[in-house]
T-cell receptor, first 114, second 113 residues
Framework: AQSVTQLGSHVSVSEGALVLLRCNYS??????LFWYVQYPNQGLQLLLK??????LVKGINGFEAEFKKSETSFHLTKPSAHMSDAAEYFC????????????FGAGTRLFVKA | DSGVTQTPKHLITATGQRVTLRCSPR?????VYWYQQSLDQGLQFLIH???????AKGNILERFSAQQFPDLHSELNLSSLELGDSALYFC?????FGTGELFFGEGSRLTVL
């Protein structure tokens, strides 16, 4: 079975500061990993994904994440926060265990201060 | 616009009632997923259909059922509703079988009074 743990339900940064959102996963088989963003009153949209290959993955809006198998982590970073980055971010894991379930973490709400 | 359409957007009903939520996936997507989002439970996976067949099941209550029709749209049926079923129900579709991006609809907000 897969699971996802996002450390910190709320993260607050100043505009221009580094954004770091933490995600650890558990999977009995090689996982596929995702970060999604949810703006108020909207559905989730994909920021980036790791399937195979290069462990540093670049996504939209300047976000990137690094898959570290030894640490079972997939932390999301952005060098410089913008006010428009304020949203809720979800880490997700999917794996083939006979069927696919994409399991989401509890989410981290990012606040960006001017 | 993700291309996934969910109806209705808002629904208010009473305990004990039954409702049906509808989802039209993106054109050509064979996979449909249903999720329940609530403040206390977060985003919970309910069920996955691929080309009309149920392929994975999550924490879906026995009072809930779903199906995917030949035209690939899907319906989530919720019966004997309880106050705790109040939540945002999302449908997502995918072109692939599990490994790809999920495209989410805007959700159906269910309020049970």
């Amino acid at each position: 079975a897969q699971s996802v743990t996002q450390l910190g339900s709320h993260v607050s940064v100043s505009e221009g500061a580094l954004v770091l959102l933490r995600c650890n996963y558990s999977s009995s088989v090689p996982p596929y990993l995702f970060w999604y963003v949810q703006y108020p009153n909207q559905g989730l949209q994909l920021l980036l994904k790791y399937t195979t290959g290069a462990t540093l993955v670049k996504g939209i809006n300047g976000f990137e994440a690094e898959f570290k198998k030894s640490e079972t982590s997939f932390h999301l970073t952005k060098p410089s926060a913008h006010m428009s980055d304020a949203a809720e971010y979800f880490c997700a894991v999917s794996a083939n265990t006979g069927g696919f379930k994409t399991i989401f973490g509890a989410g981290t709400r990012l606040f960006v201060k001017a | 616009d993700s291309g996934v359409t969910q109806t209705p957007k808002h629904l208010i009903t009473a305990t004990g009632q039954r409702v049906t939520l509808r989802c039209s996936p993106r054109s050509g997507d064979l996979s449909v997923y249903w999720y329940q989002q609530s403040l206390d439970q977060g985003l919970q996976f309910l069920i996955h259909y691929y080309n009309g067949e149920e392929r994975a099941k999550g924490n879906i209550l026995e009072r809930f059922s779903a199906q995917q029709f030949p035209d690939l749209h899907s319906e989530l049926n919720l019966s004997s509703l309880e106050l705790g079923d109040s939540a945002l129900y999302f449908c997502a579709s995918s072109a692939t079988f599990g490994t790809g991006e999920l495209f989410f609809g805007e959700g159906s907000r269910l309020t049970v009074l």
